[in-house]
């Protein structure tokens, strides 16, 4: 069982699946590509609002809440968000999970990585979302309602 289950691109669907590129429609592993694909899109665009200006009694933890900063998304239940949004979810998706399935290529499913002294060892069907294709976002850039941070 996957840690999150996909709620924009339905596998079983022919129409979800007619979006893909045909050399990455093959079912072997694709429920789980497209899980994880989804949800690397969907915490791309997490944000905690916006504090406000601060004087310096207030607490900087009062605004726990991350929630997907995507106009139209609904973060309560996601599967009521507006038509435009899923839309675009669903070709955005579709258009990774292409992608990913042509390119990346990871021997059984197991990544290396050295920090500091130590070293992890993960497994990772697909890529985060630092490592897919420059313009994957092409489809949500209209949706995008994330603050710009700032610092000085």
Not at 5 to 13: E, G, H, L, Q, Y
Not at 29 to 37: A, Q, S, T
Not at 54 to 72: A, D, K, M, P, W
């Amino acid at each position: 069982m996957a840690f999150y289950d996909a709620i924009f691109f339905d596998t079983d669907s022919a129409d979800d699946i007619a979006l893909l590129h045909t050399s990455a429609n093959k079912k072997k592993d694709l429920d789980e590509v497209v899980d994880n694909v989804e949800y690397e899109i969907l915490d791309f665009y997490k944000q905690r609002p916006s504090i406000p200006f601060q004087t310096g009694r207030e607490s900087l933890y009062t605004t726990n809440e991350i929630s997907v900063r995507l106009i139209g998304f609904d973060n309560t239940t996601p599967a009521d968000s507006e038509q435009d949004l899923k839309d675009a979810l669903k070709k955005t998706i579709a258009e990774v999970v292409s992608w990913v399935r042509q390119n990346y290529e990871t021997s059984q499913s197991v990544k290396s990585m050295k920090q500091g002294n130590r070293a992890i060892t993960f497994h990772k069907s697909s890529p985060s979302w630092q490592d897919f294709p420059s313009g994957w976002q092409r489809w949500l850039k209209n949706f995008d309602d994330r603050e710009a941070l700032y610092s000085i």
